[in-house]
């Protein structure tokens, strides 16, 4: 067993050499290629993968409405990471979420009547209002 992993891991080795020899040279030729022709052809990319995989043109609504959002953070300078975070652990609160929108008959506004939930509410809004604060002050 031990011989098989260090065979298949030498085999890996050497496809990897191999395939990077000439993908470098490959993606150095990609590399030269123009944006003026590099951007048009991403872009349809894009919307034939939205089309495509099962989204019809409610994917490439949300195609276009993020792309807009996206351009939107690029203009006023917001960092993009923090949104990528929320869309991974989005998933993970969103459950949550749901049985609180249930226990309350669908009025989330029930939530304010709870002190633990004001005060995630309260950090909530100042995390975001300290975080643009602190990015607005000059030497930051």
């Known amino acids: 067993m031990v011989y098989a992993i260090f065979t298949a891991m030498a085999v890996a080795n050497l496809s990897n050499l191999i395939l990077?020899?000439?993908?470098?040279?490959?993606?150095?030729?990609?590399?030269?290629?123009r944006?003026?022709?590099?951007?048009?052809?991403?872009?349809?990319?894009?919307?034939?993968e939205a089309y495509i995989s099962g989204g019809g043109m409610v994917g490439i609504t949300l195609l276009v409405v993020f792309g807009i959002v996206g351009y939107g953070l690029r203009v006023l300078r917001m960092p993009i990471?923090?949104?990528?975070?929320?869309?991974?652990?989005?998933?993970?609160?969103?459950f949550p979420l749901n049985q609180a929108v249930i226990l309350t008959d669908s009025d989330p506004l029930q939530l304010i009547d709870y002190p633990i939930a004001l005060i995630f509410i309260a950090l909530g809004i100042a995390l975001v209002i300290g975080s643009q604060i602190g990015r607005r002050q000059p030497g930051k």
Do not use: D, H, N, Q
């Open 81 to 94: 990471v923090i949104f990528i975070i929320a869309f991974v652990l989005g998933r993970l609160w969103e």
């Open 20 to 33: 990077g020899r000439i993908g470098l040279r490959v993606f150095g030729l990609i590399a030269k290629i």
């Open 35 to 48: 944006p003026s022709i590099i951007y048009p052809a991403v872009i349809l990319l894009c919307f034939t």
